[in-house]
């Protein structure tokens, strides 16, 4: 059996007892960072042996983990925070371990992308999750097409970037509705509403820190205000 164990993306008490009782069974847990994941099990008295695979080893550590598992071992994969497998390493595994027969079970939990959608305001009926645009080669395009989509959009985007996408948003679309999500579930969580000049100047002002969800309005999403929007929930 390999579980695929969410694991909270701030929160610590957002891990569920599923997730603990899975954590607390399995013989190994493989995880990205063996720093962060023996942080969590540490906090919650767990003692387990960790395997690291991340996005970079994933391939090369396939089949010594697949091996374990089809030979008897039962498994959970967790990422750094989060759903596993989501912008996250793990997909690899799942198919190897598909392919040879062996159940794949989901310990369902916190995704920051749901979490952001949740309170976006948006709609939530029909939604693009695009993950990080692309650092340099084919973001324009790839954003630009995006930008005729008339569904909700969530990407995710690191703290280097995050004005970057703040500007792009001016540039291509400034009237359409965003919803900037920093930290959630945590200290120092930070929701942002507002059309993307208003909340580029906002993070000029106020230096951007930490991980961000961006939420972008459907194109024919009709918002109430022509005027300022800008709108800080902390
Ligand atoms: N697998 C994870 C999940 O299910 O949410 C996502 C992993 S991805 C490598 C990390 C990105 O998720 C961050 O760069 C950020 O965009 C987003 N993220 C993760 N935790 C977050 C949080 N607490 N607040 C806002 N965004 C977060």
């Not at 990407?155 to 679309?173: A, C, G, M, Q």
């Not at 120092?188 to 972008?216: A, D, T, W």
């Amino acid at each position: 059996m390999l579980y695929i164990v969410s694991t909270p993306i701030g929160n610590l008490q957002d891990i569920t007892l599923r997730a603990l009782e899975t954590l607390r069974n399995v013989d190994f847990v493989v995880c990205e960072d063996t720093r962060v994941t023996s942080f969590l099990l540490h906090h919650f008295e767990i003692k387990k042996e960790l395997v690291s695979m991340n996005a970079f080893s994933e391939k090369n550590k396939l089949n010594f983990i697949a091996d374990r598992i089809e030979s008897g071992s039962s498994c959970a994969l967790v990422s750094d925070a989060g759903t596993p497998g989501i912008s996250d390493p793990g997909v690899r595994l799942i198919s190897e371990l598909i392919k040879r027969n062996i159940n794949v079970i989901p310990i369902p939990g916190v995704s920051a992308a749901i979490t952001a959608l949740s309170i976006a305001g948006l709609p939530t009926d029909s939604f693009v999750f695009e993950g990080f645009l692309p650092q340099k080669k084919g973001r324009q395009k790839k954003l630009q097409n995006l930008l005729t989509e008339d569904r909700t959009i969530i990407l995710y985007e690191s703290t280097y970037r995050i004005k970057k996408l703040l500007d792009e948003l001016t540039n291509y679309t400034p009237e359409r509705l965003i919803v900037v999500c920093r930290e959630l579930t945590k200290k120092f969580e930070e929701i942002v509403r507002g059309f993307p000049q208003e909340i580029h100047l906002y993070f000029e002002k106020k230096e951007p820190k930490g991980e961000f969800v961006v939420i972008i309005s459907p194109i024919s999403w009709k918002h109430d205000s022509v005027n300022s929007h800008l709108h800080i929930e902390q």
